[in-house]
């Protein structure tokens, strides 16, 4: 039969357990997910361009001859990836290779050349969010480097306060574990070894629920595989549990040695 001691053990062991697991498996998966985002962009950027249809609509008076000499005039820039004149003879659709357009001049530049092509009459494509994208892409590239180091600071003292509530509530029993003589090392090992596992499990959870989350979008998505850097994806899952084994081991043994200094005044201070 378990004494009521025990159990009150037990249950604090399983709050203390629960309160990191749940913290570090938060905390890693906002960085994966950040770290996918800032990795990703370029994909995302180079997915929706190369899904960008320009049409060009010709004058209604050439003849199919003419309709494509002005295909095979518009043909001649490297930014096209596909060209195919229609059925009428009266429009071309234009696809456009991703890897040739690195910015919004060069965009401008090459819808500036269609126009002056002598038999075309109207250039259409959706200017507006084309032209929102490639402008904001370097902003936006910025903004998610910084937004990656934001999190992972904000992350890392997170983790930090919740170990130190944790650690910070056994200060009496770690002084009078002191007083009996017990070393530091052996107050550090009580410690480590729960936290240990627990960040371990942690990593490791957030990295299943993150391939599970993958697969779903792929499934409902498959376009998705094209946006993914999948050796960034890789790379992440491999470091989620790292990460967050390597953090809480560094501020458990911060804390420790921060707890096994105070004296009786401090202790009761806190």
Partial sequence: ???????YKLNQWKISFTTLFVSTTLVLAMFAISLLLRFSFNNIKDYFISNLEIEVELVSTLTPIESFQVRNEIEKAKI???????????QIKIGLNSSQLKDLEALDKYVEQIKGVKGVNSVLYPEAITKYILSASDFIKKTSTLL???IGIIGYLFLYIIIRILIYSKRYPIYNMKLVGATKKYIYNTFIIKNLWCSLAAG???SVILSLA??????????????????????VLLLTPILGVIVNVINTRILVNKTYKLNRKQLNSI
């Fill in 80 to 90: 096209i990836k596909s060209i195919a004149l229609d059925n009428s003879q009266k």
């Fill in 204 to 206: 490791l959870f957030t």
């Fill in 148 to 150: 990656v180091f934001i």
């Fill in 214 to 235: 993958a697969f779903t979008l792929t499934l409902t998505h498959p376009d998705t595989l094209l946006v993914i850097d999948i050796k960034t994806f890789y790379f």
């Fill in 1 to 7: 039969m378990i004494s009521k001691k025990q159990t």
